[in-house]
């Protein structure tokens, strides 16, 4: 399984942007698709998962990030506006293999993890 992730970039706070994560290869009718990300010094961090027509958002971004997946097309994308510096942060696109969208959480152990793109939000 690849996953390529694109739309990163630089945006002055109160911006927007969309990252968009492409899956190929071998995948099950039914899994889950996240988006994390990590900021240099912080832990890695839950950003939204999709699965079953089912989404679900970290606190941090509930409210101005959206996320719309194409169950056809196995895309992922993230809608992201009213972006803070606090956004600053490399993200990941991930996958895991579950039927059960329970399963489709933060906790959870991803199987494949895109290379990442760079979000920097500047004051």
């Known amino acids: 399984v690849d996953l390529v992730e694109s739309g990163g970039g630089s945006v002055q706070a109160g911006g927007s942007l969309i990252l968009s994560c492409s899956a190929s290869?071998?995948?099950?009718?039914?899994?889950?698709m996240a988006w994390f990300r990590q900021a240099p010094g912080s832990e890695r961090e839950g950003v939204g998962t999709?699965?079953?027509?089912?989404?679900f958002y970290g606190d941090a971004v509930r409210g101005r990030f959206t996320l719309s997946r194409d169950y056809a097309k196995n895309t992922l994308d993230l809608e992201m506006n009213s972006l803070q510096p606090s956004d600053t942060a490399m993200y990941y696109c991930?996958?895991?293999?579950?039927?059960?969208?329970?399963?489709?959480?933060?906790?959870?152990?991803?199987?494949?993890w895109g290379r990442g793109v760079q979000v920097t939000v500047s004051s």
């Open positions: 290869g071998d995948l099950p009718a039914t899994y889950c």
């Open positions: 999709a699965s079953n027509g089912r989404v």
């Open positions: 991930a996958v895991k293999f579950t039927s059960y969208a329970h399963l489709c959480s933060f906790h959870s152990q991803y199987d494949f």
